[in-house]
């Protein structure tokens, strides 16, 4: 049950709408190869390479969400940060699936992700085994089946999940590093490539990307920063936007890596921190002035700010390229937001997407041959929270374009630079709404 096609035994039945299955799990036997699987699986045919969804269970004890998002495509999955759980559920929402896991004690958790496959009506619902070897035989023990219609999610009856995931650029494939019941944004990879920091409730909070309990970062009198925050180059020191002071409105600090007392850089608000210069000398950032969005750029020891756009219409996102040439924004001077760039004096601004959606959030890989974006359907305006999006990646020499990963987010998924040090993944923030 992987790449393009499936070969397992099913046991199903045909349903519609949205519905949950669940059930206990476990193998008989020690089994011969560790990627065997017991699944809970919606398809939409018995065909060997159908779209599908399944919770799958591994020998090994790895638990993933896998989907195949297309007839004849490759299969991909979410990996869960809990092994070996003894009870699994899978939920179809529309096109939405999504998966809780269950220890011992029979609580389910949100297992974090969820991912879009659109199965027409009906399709087949049930459990399933492989044991990914063709000579070999597996059993699994599916108990206390549950096969449920899921009722309507009101937002006012739920709440709101926010999960940290990490994208492996090569293969699409996405793991989860941590879950919460609440809201938390816009991840930044360290350069030691071993943490991540994210900001929740006003806070910067570091978390190692294997999961773990997050810590919170001492940023001294700042604890209503936003989204837009970043690390500098040289991995010492960190800037934050915060509005703590003054009029409540966004500033500008920096403060160093580890914590301590923050150092105001720009002295006009509201001014948010998008981009820091390769050579650690200056800052880009989206500033307000008399009622008109625009990219600013501000020596790191504070100073005079310079725009550096003039175009009716918001600019946003500013990042630089990693040799210091360009700086990349999101511009909707053509009336809806796409991708464009500049000089990094703000000079040959030139458009990069030409496309139906409304692209934010350029960020460029460390070795500048790709850019990762956020995209919102063409009938949403500006960049609101929960919404269907997509994260895309375009190549820089030829402008194809490959989806990442289809999710539920917008605000706060991916406002700020968030490349692993290496270019091999992206960290991103997608949320689910869940019943109470």
């Given amino acids: 049950m992987w790449s393009a096609a499936d ?35 919606l398809r939409q045919s018995l065909d060997a390479d159908s779209a599908y969804a399944d919770a799958a269970l591994h020998g090994s004890g790895l638990t993933s969400l896998q989907y195949r998002e297309e007839k004849g495509t490759a299969t991909h999955e979410i990996q869960a940060n809990v092994s070996a759980p003894k009870r699994l559920r899978i939920e179809k929402r529309g096109a939405y699936f999504s998966m809780s896991l269950a220890g011992a004690d029979g609580d389910f958790h949100p297992a974090g992700g969820s991912t879009r496959v659109a199965l027409k009506e009906p399709f087949y619902v049930g459990i399933g085994v492989c044991s990914h070897d063709k000579n070999v035989v597996e059993r699994a023990v599916f108990s206390n089946v549950e096969l449920k219609t899921a009722a309507p999610v009101k937002a006012a009856q739920s709440t709101l999940y926010s999960t940290l995931e990490i994208v492996t650029v090569a293969s699409t494939d996405r793991r989860v590093v941590y879950v919460a019941p609440e809201r938390f944004e816009a991840p930044n990879w360290m350069p030691d490539g071993k943490n991540l920091l994210f900001n929740r409730n006003g806070r910067i909070e570091k978390i190692a990307v294997t999961g773990g309990t997050p810590q919170i970062i001492d940023t001294g009198f700042a604890i209503r920063c936003n989204n837009d925050h970043g690390i ?49 000398k200056t800052l880009a950032f989206v500033g307000e002035r008399n009622g ?131 270019g091999r993944q992206v960290a991103f923030v997608s949320y689910q709404l869940l019943a109470d």
Avoid: C
């Fill in 7 to 41: 070969e397992f035994q099913f046991v199903w039945k045909k349903v519609a709408g949205d519905v949950t299955l669940t059930a206990d799990i476990s193998f008989i036997g020690k089994g011969v190869n560790e990627h065997r699987k017991a699944v809970l699986m």
């Fill in 232 to 280: 500098s180059p040289d991995g010492t020191q960190l800037v934050i936007s915060d509005q703590s002071q003054e009029e409540h409105r966004s500033l500008v600090y920096i403060v160093p890596i580890g914590g301590g007392s923050p150092r105001r850089i720009t002295q006009k608000s509201p001014s948010y921190w998008h981009g820091w210069s390769p050579d650690g």
């Fill in 292 to 422: 008109e969005f625009d990219i600013y750029a501000i020596s790191a020891a504070s100073g005079e700010e310079t725009r550096l756009t003039t175009a009716k219409g918001l600019d946003d996102g500013p990042e630089y390229s990693p040799d210091g040439k360009y700086i990349y924004f999101n511009s909707e001077r053509t009336g809806h937001m796409q991708i464009w760039r500049m000089r990094a004096d703000g000079s040959e601004q030139e458009q990069v997407t030409f496309d139906e959606y409304n692209n934010w959030f350029p960020h460029i890989s460390p070795d500048g041959l790709q850019m990762v974006f956020l995209t919102y359907e063409a009938s949403v305006t500006g960049h609101p929270e929960n919404k269907d999006v997509m994260l895309l990646l375009m190549s820089l020499k030829d402008k194809k374009v490959i989806v990442l990963a289809k999710l539920f987010g917008g605000q706060g998924t991916i406002n700020v630079p968030s490349w692993s040090p290496d």
